[in-house]
């Protein structure tokens, strides 16, 4: 006779009471030690979502870090010439709910960051910072432990490339480059934290020494030859603020008045642009390079 297979409900039969309990025991201990290591891992996806839409509200452009790193998890090159769609971010920190936060530096955020570690003799080094280019004003500022601290200021215009190395200890972030941002946490397991949020500060100007000394202006940069094949030629999706912002920034650059080049970008936008900027969004790019 074929041996019949004893289900749980057989075996739970001739269990004996305590034991049950206690295998119900220890998996209430497991589940538990599970929420509490998901909650050391640092803020939930719902909150790095929603600080992620909070800084494309104030305008800069965000990217998904690899958690407990500093290395994106996407091809990110695109998002330093445009911001990131709600639908983006929303996707990225479905697929990544654990996923670490950076704001990209440069034109397209109208940002640089100044980075001062004082593990690396960073207070010396802005001390002789600030008495080549005068004290640091107040401005929006992170730290992620008491020996590092990011300072945000307004993109001075022109270019400013990359990463740039200030003195021991101090780098400044411009075009092209990201740094780290609040809720993010540090492989240390330190808490990047505002100190000074942009909810409530703003954004100071570069002080005008490092602006001086690290910032190539347009029309030293680039030859005419540039201006003009970058008035001629049709500029895809991903390209075309960071193009407007070049050519409104080069035209007020030559004392253009401000109405003039609003009225040009307008028309080199409809003809140019593939497909076309709203006006409101040209406005507003004009706009925002004539008076930072």
Request: include cysteine; charge should be negative; charged fraction near 25%.
């Amino acid at each position: 006779m074929a041996e019949r297979l004893l289900s749980d409900a057989d075996l739970a039969k001739d269990r004996p009471p305590n034991q049950s309990t206690a295998r119900e025991s220890n998996h209430n201990v497991l589940f538990e030690l599970m929420l509490m290591r998901r909650k050391q891992t640092g803020p939930s996806s719902g909150v790095l979502m929603k600080a992620a839409m909070d800084y494309g509200r104030i305008g800069w452009s965000v990217v998904p870090i690899e958690p407990l790193g500093e290395v994106p998890t996407i091809d990110w090159e695109v998002y330093r010439h445009r911001r990131p769609e709600t639908a983006e971010i929303g996707d990225w920190f479905t697929r990544w709910p654990n996923a670490n936060l950076a704001v990209v530096t440069g034109v397209v955020s109208d940002l640089v960051v100044l980075v001062l570690d004082a593990r690396k003799d960073g207070k010396t080094g802005r001390a002789r910072l600030e008495q080549d280019h005068g004290p640091m004003p107040e401005t929006v500022e992170a730290q992620i432990d008491d020996g590092v601290r990011h300072m945000y200021f307004r993109h001075p215009g022109g270019i400013l490339h990359g990463c740039s190395a200030l003195g021991a200890g101090i780098e400044l972030h411009g075009d092209g480059n990201y740094v780290v941002v609040p809720p993010s946490i540090h492989v240390s397991g330190e808490s990047y934290r505002w100190v000074r949020s942009p909810d409530v500060f703003p954004l100071a100007p570069l002080p005008i020494g490092l602006s001086r000394t690290l910032v190539v202006r347009d029309q030293t940069a680039n030859p005419v030859a540039h201006w003009q094949h970058l008035s001629q030629t049709e500029t895809a999706e991903g390209w075309r603020r960071e193009a407007i912002a070049s050519l409104a920034g080069y035209l007020l650059g030559k004392g253009v008045d401000g109405k003039v080049v609003l009225e040009l970008m307008l028309c080199w936008n409809a003809i140019r642009c593939r497909p076309p900027l709203t006006p409101d969004a040209v406005i507003r790019e004009v706009d925002r390079i004539e008076h930072r």
